[in-house]
């Protein structure tokens, strides 16, 4: 029965990335979501978003273009290397498409066309009546569209290009409808895919599994899960999944009850954005001269974790860094402070995050107020209520006014739900003129090999076609990113102001300014630079190192000015740690 499961599972992931591909780039922009408190829409794309399918095409063609300047090979060869070196599970979707798209790439980077040539010719990049023509390169010599009208007369009356509109409506086969209704789940309730007994908490880590929440210890028993306050003490079994029970013989006391009785034990959750989620594309998937199937091993777990790594993040990381810097967070701290509150943490966040889709995100909370600890809870939503990917991008952010109403009503749900004696933080939004101030004229990984590609041409490319993660910061108007962040400052005066008048009956509330003016200090004091404070890929995005810079900040916030939120320090914390080692590991 097991070996049947696992088998299942291998399968599913396998099917699970190659139905998700084309949603890789859309979740790559990051941009705010509908808002309101409805759930986002149910339905996959029948077909490829256009402005997401040109950055992806741009991307690729950029990469295989590169490969093959790099090892002097042919664009033919280029190809093959790089579906060489994605993981054995993908490779058959990346030779199907080398098949269908791969000699006509060749053709036209032979004749000395850039990737925006190629993806416009192959009409995966479309301009829109009146619009202008996007690139990302600098345009060929004799001007893009002339560029262009010769590659679609070289392109002219291809099949196998018409081949693949079909290809991308592939949750309309019969075979793969059920795995399209499952994935249609996870993305719209944001709970684990594999959940045996329905208590919000996974053993399988991704698929919103316990990369997001704390690790079950036993799914197939909804009254154990990780936050609940132990049942009988935990006498026979680990009902808190904290790694803590059983009866000490030298005095026939329960461990729970000797360790943990009076230790203010609570949760760590986060509602939160992207940022919070701790969006990253590897810089290795596009930066030729480091590139090797290693850099390419995390990428299914990438796909099934929507990009996001929520286990290096700033307030849930528990497990040691791949992807650069170290991790430090709010969890490991107060688990280092009281081991009783081991893997009780819950990452609610989503790409695209605003106060608006908060509102239907924070359903998915797993809180019983009876039955649970108490909770510390960060309300960040640090960037998309002022961040949009419109041309009248002021016009579509947050009022003050809709922010007052989004959190109130955020907390009002978590006044219902919440155990008493829990605590709210407020996060202000970040005043993201750091990012164009620090990256615009540096190369972006993909222009590091020919010094041909800018950030600021990255996030002019993104605006023209609409897919922009921020118009308003993330562009050389001035006047634009000022506007941008004041707007920003009003609306965390107005979370400042919620944590100042506003009173609830289970817990109590604070505000504290997103830290990156002190993140950055600290940096530099460290011998860093601003610009590694930002995700390379993205442009947009903290990094590992900010994250890690920004729990230490906050966590020193906490201790001088709300000691009373992070609790005592348990003086158990060795005897648990010698008794129960790591507690069960994460």
Known sequence: MEQTMRGSRRTFLNLFCIVWLPLLLKAASSSPLPRGSDPPSPALPSGLYKGHTCVGCVLVVS???????????????????????????????????????????????D??????????????????????????????????????????????????????????????????????????????????FEDFDGDKFSTFPTLRGYHWRGRDCNDKNATMYPGRRPDNWDVKSDSNCNGIWGVDPKDGIPYEEKFCKGADSQGVVLLGDSAGAHFHIPPEWMTVTQMSAKSFANL?????????????????????????????????????????????????????????????????????????????????????DVCNGNRDTLAHMTTPKEMLSNVVQALRYLDSRLPNGSHVILTGLVDGRFLWDNLHDRYHPLGQLNRDVTYSQLYSFLDCLQVSPCSGWLTPNETLRNLTSERALQLSNVLKEIARSEKFANFDIFYMDFPLRQTAEEWRKMGGEPWQLIEPVDGFHPSQIAAALGTSITWQKALHEWPQVLGKENPFNDQIEAIFKDQGGH
Not at 83 to 90: D, F, H, R, S, V
Not at 91 to 100: D, F, K, N, S, T
Not at 302 to 330: H, K, V
């Open 111 to 192: 004749r000395e066309m850039n990737a925006d040539v190629v993806c416009h010719s192959l009409k995966l990049c479309k301009q829109d009546p009146g619009q202008p023509l996007c690139h990302l390169y600098p345009p060929p010599k004799v001007g893009l569209s002339t560029a262009i009208r010769k590659a679609k007369r070289i392109m002219k009356n291809s099949k196998d290009l018409k081949i693949f509109t079909g290809f991308s409506s592939v949750c309309a086969f019969p075979l793969l409808a059920n795995l399209c209704e499952k994935i249609k789940y996870v993305i719209r309730n944001k709970l684990p």
């Open 300 to 384: 299914p777990m990438a796909f099934t974790d929507e990009l996001d790594w929520p286990q290096f993040s700033e307030i849930t990381g528990f497990l040691n860094s791949t992807i650069g810097g170290w991790t430090d967070s709010l969890y490991l701290r107060l688990r280092r402070r009281n081991r009783c509150n081991h893997r009780d943490l819950q990452n609610i966040s989503q790409n695209g995050g605003s106060s608006g889709n908060l509102l239907y995100l924070i359903k998915s909370l797993a809180r019983n107020q009876l039955l649970d600890n108490p909770a510390i809870v960060i309300y960040a939503t640090i960037g998309n």
């Open 63 to 109: 990469v295989i273009e590169q490969l093959a300047q790099w090892h002097n090979s042919t664009v033919k060869a280029a190809v093959e290397r790089l579906c060489n070196y994605i993981p054995e599970k993908l490779q058959g979707i990346c030779y199907l498409l080398a098949e269908l798209y791969g000699p006509h790439i060749a053709e036209l980077i």
